[in-house]
T-cell receptor, first 113, second 114 residues
Framework: GENVEQHPSTLSVQEGDSAVIKCTYS??????FPWYKQELGKRPQLIID?????GEKKDQRIAVTLNKTAKHFSLHITETQPEDSAVYFC????????????FGAGTRLAVHP | NAGVTQTPKFQVLKTGQSMTLQCAQD?????MSWYRQDPGMGLRLIHY???????DQGEVPNGYNVSRSTTEDFPLRLLSAAPSQTSVYFC?????????????FGQGTRLTVV
């Protein structure tokens, strides 16, 4: 079945450093790849997404890249700040014409001042 | 505009009891889904619905039932609760596959089965 693998499971960086989280997906028909941020005790919230006809997308300090051939996509956070500390989830929308999202297991990012 | 509303926020059940987790959205979204979140396992899809009267199974459907009688509501039923169903449950909704497909999550229901 559809599967999304996410690495690493935990990531610790110093404030100001960059953080990279990587995901791979199994369904070659997947065409939409969102990233969600979940702060402690809160609901997941969308931070950036990318569609299969685009290779890269940026929004201020965050960017996402997509390699359709290799079926992997990555989240890049530059100039990290303590408020970036959270759990990040990648997801892939499976083929079939509906917004069915399969999520990765999550990455717990800790940004140390 | 309340978005996605889940009730209750917290619930403790005894093994074998049944209950319904409620989810309602006021954004006229066609697509609704239920996820469970367990430590180290991310968000796993339980059931989803692509419109009123249409539901389908996700990754981990066993032990759960759903129905979708209206566009707004998508309740999740546990017929006979088991300790393995202790988890945080999130409902999400979105448009179908048009330009705006952002999934919005409810605030979650923390369920403990003892």
């Amino acid at each position: 079945g559809e599967n999304v693998e996410q690495h690493p499971s935990t990531l610790s960086v110093q404030e100001g450093d960059s953080a990279v989280i990587k995901c791979t997906y199994s369904d070659s028909a997947s065409n939409y790849f969102p990233w969600y941020k979940q702060e402690l005790g809160k609901r997941p919230q969308l931070i950036i997404d990318i569609r299969s006809n685009v290779g890269e997308k940026k929004d201020q300090r965050i960017a996402v890249t997509l390699n359709k051939t290799a079926k992997h996509f990555s989240l890049h956070i530059t100039e990290t700040q303590p408020e970036d500390s959270a759990v990040y989830f990648c997801a892939a929308r499976t083929g079939g014409g509906y917004n069915k999202l399969i999520f990765g297991a999550g990455t717990r990012l800790a940004v140390h001042p | 505009n309340a978005g996605v509303t889940q009730t209750p926020k917290f619930q403790v059940l005894k093994t074998g009891q049944s209950m319904t987790l409620q989810c309602a959205q006021d954004m006229n979204h066609e697509y609704m889904s239920w996820y469970r979140q367990d430590p180290g396992m991310g968000l796993r899809l339980i059931h989803y619905s692509v419109g009123a009267g249409i539901t389908d199974q996700g990754e981990v459907p066993n032990g759960y039932n759903v129905s979708r009688s209206t566009t707004e509501d998508f309740p999740l039923r546990l017929l006979s609760a088991a300790p393995s169903q202790t988890s945080v449950y999130f409902c999400a909704s979105s448009y179908g596959t048009g330009g705006n497909t952002e999934a919005f999550f409810g605030q979650g229901t923390r369920l403990t089965v003892v």
